[in-house]
C-alpha cells in the first residue's frame, strides 16, 4: 500500500467552479502535512501547510482528519491559472517527507 | 532570506558515464537535505536524505550515492550512469522538525 495516495486525475473543471482534492495516507505517526503545486517541467511549490483545525488562504482551504487519515484541498473559484498538478505530502516520523503521486487540474475557459 | 541552487539544470549523458550533481543552500544553518528523483508523469520518490555533515539514509537501493561534504552542500552521483536513471532530479531543504521544504529548480538528466 501506497503511504500517501491521491486520485491522479485529470480534473477537468470551467473557470470559476469549485473542485475538491482528497488524499490518505498510511502513516498515522505522521504529524505535518502540506499541499504543494507543480507546474509541467517545474520544481513543486510550497502551497499551504495543513493544520488539524484547517486553514484558509484566499480561494484555498486544507482540511486534516486524523481519525480517518485524509486531507483535502478546496479550491473556490478556479482561474486559468491553477492548472497544475497538486501535491500531498505527510513527513515519515519526523526525518523526510513523503509524496503523493499528485492530482492534475485543469481549469478551462 | 534562503535560497537554494541546484545546477546543472539539464543534463544528457550516456550509459556508463558518471554523474554528479551539486546543490547548495544559502542562508540557513544545518538544514536537512534531500535528494528526490521525479520519472516522467510520475511522483516524487525520495532518495537521499541528510540531517548533518557526513550522515547520509539512503531510501532505495541503486547505483546512485550523496555526499555531503559541507553543511549546505550536498551531492549526488553515480559511478555508472543506466538508462532507467534518466529522470527529474531535486533537490530540497527545510529545517529540522520538518516544516515544509523547499526545492531547487531541479535538473533533468536524460541518459542515452
Known amino acids: 500500500r501506497k503511504e500517501v495516495e491521491q486520485d491522479p486525475g485529470p480534473f477537468n473543471v470551467p473557470e470559476g467552479a469549485t473542485v475538491a482534492f482528497n488524499c490518505t495516507y498510511s502513516n498515522s505517526a505522521s504529524q505535518s502535512f502540506f499541499w504543494y503545486r507543480q507546474d509541467c517541467r517545474k520544481e513543486p511549490k510550497l502551497l499551504m501547510s495543513v493544520y488539524s483545525s484547517g486553514n484558509e488562504d484566499g480561494r484555498f482551504t486544507a482540511q486534516l482528519n486524523r481519525a480517518s487519515q485524509y486531507i483535502s484541498l478546496l479550491i473556490r473559484d478556479s482561474k486559468l491559472s491553477d492548472s497544475a498538478t497538486y501535491l500531498c505530502v505527510g513527513d515519515n516520523y519526523g526525518q523526510n517527507f513523503v509524496f503523493g503521486p499528485g492530482t492534475r487540474l485543469s481549469v478551462l475557459p | 532570506s534562503q535560497t537554494i541552487h541546484q545546477w546543472p539544470a539539464t543534463l544528457v549523458q550516456p550509459v556508463g558515464s558518471p554523474l554528479s550533481l551539486e546543490c547548495t543552500v544559502e542562508g540557513t544553518s544545518n538544514p536537512n537535505l534531500y535528494w528526490y528523483r521525479q520519472a516522467a508523469g510520475r511522483g516524487l520518490q525520495l532518495l537521499f536524505y541528510?540531517?548533518?555533515?557526513?550522515?547520509i539514509s539512503s531510501e532505495v537501493p541503486q547505483n546512485l550515492s550523496a555526499s555531503r561534504p559541507q553543511d549546505r552542500q550536498f551531492i549526488l552521483s553515480s559511478k555508472k550512469l543506466l538508462l532507467s536513471d534518466s529522470g527529474f532530479y531535486l533537490c530540497?531543504?527545510?529545517?529540522?522538525?520538518?516544516?515544509?521544504?523547499?526545492f531547487g529548480q531541479g535538473t533533468r538528466l536524460t541518459v542515452v
Open positions: 541528510s540531517v548533518g555533515i557526513g550522515q
Open positions: 530540497a531543504w527545510s529545517v529540522f522538525g520538518n516544516t515544509e521544504a523547499f
